[in-house]
Each structure stands twice: as structure tokens, then as C-alpha cells.
């Protein structure tokens, strides 16, 4: 069994303005990808058994807001498979309700957030209720850490190292940094190796394989192989591709003197169960 920590479920383009559009053409070369989602799509790509943490997402400055009832709805409608995060844009006004309603009402079981692209900063003391009811009700939080192609999205609020005073203040608090941190691998490899409750994705990399090889030697040299979990970044990318990824980057160095990545602890990565790390098994 595999656990993938970060997939996506939203309806394209109706969660999303235009402007989000026409910039998400830049993610794959001024093609508008298609981020149509579905289960039966996401399963199509996985040929192992996995179970998925699944979000929507919600981010009125990027033109991104995803009802919590629609994750819901569709984690109803895959209970044995899905387990779903809420979202919650706390430079919007009824955020902490959302929060509540999510949790309480819709049984989601943790928290996405996506600080860039709202444009704060998760250490900033107006995000302090977010903090203090993770940790009262056990819900972990995932972050998207790293680039984006949006315009209008400050890269001040992505960066890891504001995760750091965050891990002081709540170290009970479990807490994910989406994509490694990508460009910012150093800041990343740093934070989650300070403080026990704090890990990484290595979802949507594996497309970038030299600068994925950089980043999981920063891993491997920092000893901090077990902080990273296994997540895919569905629909921009899929479960089979992303394991055939990351089996292949040694691959690459076929030839060359560079050190290898440790194979089997890319397969603990892979195999890891994160559910009992984030104590939703």
C-alpha cells in the first residue's frame, strides 16, 4: 500500500478565475493544462493500491476557492480510499467558522493551506488561531512551500524557514512542506531536520529530475530520509509517474562520477506510512 500525501480534487475551470487560467499556461510551456479531476482518472494512473489525502484549496488573491463540501463530497464518495483536508484563506473574513465547519460538520481530517498564494505569511500572529486549533484537535497541516507561476502570489510567504518559528511555538502541531520547498531544497532540508513533528513532500519534482537528484542529496547528506513522505501533486502529475521518477534518477548518472541516491530509502519513501506519522491511520 501506497500514501500519497498531497492530490488535488477541484472542478476546472469553475473553481478557479480566469486570470488563474491564462497564468497556469505557464506551467507547461503557454499550454492550458488540463486539470480536469476525477477518481476514476486518478486511480487509472496508479497501478498499486493507495490511499490519498485529498484538497481543494482556497486563495481569493490567485483566484483559487474551493468549497470544503466538494472535498467532502468527494471523499464520501471514495470513504475507503480518500481522506479529506479542508482549506481555509485566513485573509478572508469567517475563516476561523470554515475552519470549524470543515473539521466538525464535514469530518475533514486536516489542513491545506496555501499561504502564497493567499499572500500571508503562516507564521503571522493573525494565522496564531489556526495554529493553536491544529494542535487541540490533532489535525495536521500541508503547505504548499515553493514556486508558482502566479503573478500576483508573494514568494516571502512560501518560503520554509517561516515554518520554523511556527515548529517553536507548536511542536506537537504535525506539519507538511508541500514539493520539498523547491527552489528553496537548503531552507527545506533545514527545518524539517530541526524539529521532530516537521516533514516534506516530494510531490510534483520528479519532472525537474537533475534538480530532484540536488535535492534528495541535500537529504541524504543532512540524514534526513525519513522526514519525507511520498505525494504526487494530482492532476499535474500522477502516481505511476511519479514513482517511475524517482526509481530513475540514479539512471541518469550512468557514466559519471557523482554520488547515488540511496535506492532503498528511496523505496522507504515510497512505502512509508505516513497515516501513522500524521496519526490518521
Sequence with gaps: MIIDVHAHVFRYPEHFTEQFRRQAMRARGDVEVDLTTSYQDYRQHAGVPVRTIAFGGKARLSGIWVDDRYVAETVAGNPDALIGFLSVDPTQEGWQDELRVGHQDLGLKGIKLLSMYAGFRP??????????????????????????????????????????????????????????GHPYEGECVAVIRKHPNVYADVSALHYRPFQLYHSLMLVQEYGVWDKLLFGTDYPFTTVDASLAGLRSLNRMLEGTALPRLDADEIESVIYRDSLSILNLG
Excluded at 136 to 159: I, K, N, R
Excluded at 160 to 175: G, Q
Design 123 to 180: 507564521d503571522d500572529p493573525s494565522v496564531e488561531p489556526l495554529w493553536r486549533y491544529a494542535r487541540d484537535h490533532g489535525l495536521p497541516v500541508l503547505l504548499h512551500t515553493g514556486t508558482t507561476f502566479v503573478a500576483q502570489a508573494p514568494l516571502e510567504c512560501t518560503l520554509p524557514r517561516h515554518l520554523d518559528p511556527v515548529a517553536i511555538r507548536f511542536p506537537d502541531v504535525k506539519i507538511i512542506l508541500a514539493h520539498l
